[in-house]
Nanobody, 124 residues
Framework: QVQLVESGGGSVQAGGSLRLSCAAS????????MGWFRQAPGKEREGVAAIDSDGTTTYAESVKGRFTISQDNAKNTLYLQMNSLKPEDTAMYYC??????????????????WGQGTQVTVSS
């Protein structure tokens, strides 16, 4: 069975950086689209960044230029490098995987497999 486990979250001051990791088992990243999503209390889950099976990436406008999604297929691990963090980036961050059309990569309802999340807190 497919399992996703996030790590790397924590507390950081505004302007700082964090690198999130998502270790996958039960499948290979080369056959699935992978995405990072976040959800703050009282808000809807939103797509942050995603990478298609062919390596194409897409980002939410709010993080473009600050976050970078990447993957290491040999290690079956997905990463999210987050730089220039802002307080509004504070949320629980989730890793997800599924076969997803390119135009829906940032739509959380398209993903079936999810990790348990890792908390990111950015203070001012």
């Amino acid at each position: 069975q497919v399992q996703l486990v996030e790590s790397g979250g924590g507390s950081v001051q505004a302007g700082g950086s964090l690198r999130l990791s998502c270790a996958a088992s039960g499948y290979t990243y080369s056959s699935y689209a992978m995405g990072w999503f976040r959800q703050a209390p009282g808000k809807e889950r939103e797509g942050v960044a995603a990478i298609d099976s062919d390596g194409t990436t897409t980002y939410a406008e709010s993080v473009k230029g600050r976050f970078t999604i990447s993957q290491d297929n040999a290690k079956n691990t997905l990463y999210l490098q987050m730089n220039s963090l802002k307080p509004e980036d504070t949320a629980m961050y989730y890793c997800a995987a599924d076969h997803v059309p390119r135009w829906l990569l940032l739509h959380h309802t398209e993903y079936y497999y999810w990790g348990q999340g890792t908390q990111v807190t950015v203070s001012s």
